[in-house]
């Protein structure tokens, strides 16, 4: 499924290509995402014509809504959202342990309130498999536990002793035609509990594997371990994927230490609130500062945005609450992250990308709430 054409020779980074059910996809990737059968507020035209490879859909909240019945008449998520390329699947898991209400533990799933209307629902490894059979995704997940980062120990050891279990359950599950299933790697930022759950994992042969327990409001350099952690352990010849990741720098730094996939809700997410990425760093675009700034969100971007409104524009439109304005900004995040996740690829593949990924980060200021986060690992 995967085919590593290329390792960079200074850094980690990797180039290479996944073969699914409906098409190619070059990696390093940036996978938008469309949790409720929609990535929002872009639509399936907006999306190819930025040069989205792969986007993502989740099964927790399609399974509460519009509930599976109605997926199955629609022949399948492609179908029902008229997306043709690939799609990956979340498992639901992290949305169980993140979102539901009053649940159980128990051997073979979790008990669980739905967040919408509290009815009581069942989610383990083989529901998950099956939904995501019904959702016809190209890659699926693992159904795992996901923990918070700062869970005690003990509590860390136990979710992965499940996500072993449940892996393996997941592995035995009926599949939709040419679907691929990804195993995932928990274990927070302890080494140990990383390795062991990698080395139980891999030899289970999945098609590619995951870094989870990531972006769960841990601090940069904690994510940064879990991730070095987690690398060494896994097969070069499958792909690897950091799960919820992560700002551009953040992405290109993953990059460098060897992992092929990324899937954020950032873009879209800061959209909504007048956040803008360039290049050099994110910037509130409602601030005072623009208001007669007649320039593009970020020069050079051939972004529709970029191409047609000014910041003043942009900035009137999110202060007066007027749908373009957060579409428009949206639209200029999301094409930002595949653009540079492009430019990475023909940098590995010109054997430049050490330069790139040096240049990129030099450039690129981190918001406030990181760079205190880098303070405190090296004041420790
Ligand atoms: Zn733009």
Redesign the pocket.
Known sequence: MFELLKTDFQTKARLGKLTTAHGVVETPVYMPVGTQASVKALDPRELLEMGTQIILGNTYHLNLRPGLDIIRVANGLHKFMNWEKPILTDSGGFQVFSLAKIRKIKPHGVEFRSHLDGSLLFLGPKEAMDIQRVLGSDIAMVFDECPPHDAPAREQRLAVERTIRWARECREQPRADGQKVFGIVQGGSNAALREECAKAIVPMEFDGYAIGGVSVGEPEPEMLKAIEFTVPHLPAHKARYAMGLGTPAQMIELIARGVDMFDCVLPTRVARNGTAFTRRGAFGIKGGAYKADFR???DN???F??KNFTRAYLRHLLNANEILGLRMVS??NS??FLKIMAEVRAAIAAGTFAEFYREFITNYTPSQKILAQRRRETER
Do not use: G, K, R, W
């Open positions: 593009p969100i970020e971007c051939d972004c945005a970029c639209v200029h094409h930002l």
